[in-house]
């Protein structure tokens, strides 16, 4: 069964200071992964998503996302941290194939110290 | 980008009624519609698959009697808590696909109604 795995329940970076939120899947074939960014008491807004082609996937934000299938990992990163980032952050991927319900990972807390 | 509204945003019942929470997509129409549960500081669990004009398909686990799932149209799918409980207090987030998302995998999140049960 697919599953999402995000190793770091909480994080903390001091703004300015570049930012990695670690992402393991598992997945019988090509995955469709996303990642979202949760505010306090919100919905989930879509920051990114890989399905195939380069493996480097620019979102919105100045986020980033590097598919490697041989981790089987999907880290997010951003070079420089701003303290409106601070949110929760969650991982995805696709059931079986892109459109269909996501399974989530349990979350990355991020928050920004000054 | 296309948006999906959730209402109420919040609510608060008294243990035994029964609560109903609408999703709609307001500039698109959605064929399939998804329903999650995400309680504190946890993640989305999915509850069920909705798709216009048939019935939801349920996780394992998730009650469908006392969770009831309604997609009568393209832009609304309603989900029901009947005779809730104060197990039942969480997030309940929708998310819809629409008709030309083909395989993009493009999914719209609401922005979630959190219910309250004392």
Known sequence: AQ????????????EGASLELRCNYSYG??????????SPGQGLQLLLKYFSG???????????AEFKRSQSSFNLRKPSVHWSDAAEYFC?????????????????TLSVSS | GAVVSQHPSWVICK?????????????????TMFWYRQFPKQSLMLMATSNEGSKATYE?????DKFLINHASLTLSTLTVTSAHPEDSSFYICSARGLAGGNTGELFFGEGSRLTVL
Do not use: M
């Open chain 1, 54 to 64: 380069d493996t480097l996937v620019q979102g919105i934000k100045g986020f980033e």
């Open chain 1, 3 to 14: 599953s999402v795995t995000q190793p770091d329940i909480h994080i903390t970076v001091s």
């Open chain 2, 60 to 64: 394992q686990g998730v009650e469908k």
């Open chain 2, 15 to 31: 243990s035994g009624t029964s609560v109903k929470i609408e999703c709609r997509s307001l500039d698109f129409q959605a064929t």
């Open chain 1, 92 to 108: 995805a991927v696709a059931r079986n194939q892109a459109g269909t319900a996501l399974i989530f990972g349990k979350g990355t």
């Open chain 1, 29 to 38: 074939a090509t995955p469709y992964l996303f990642w979202y960014v949760q």
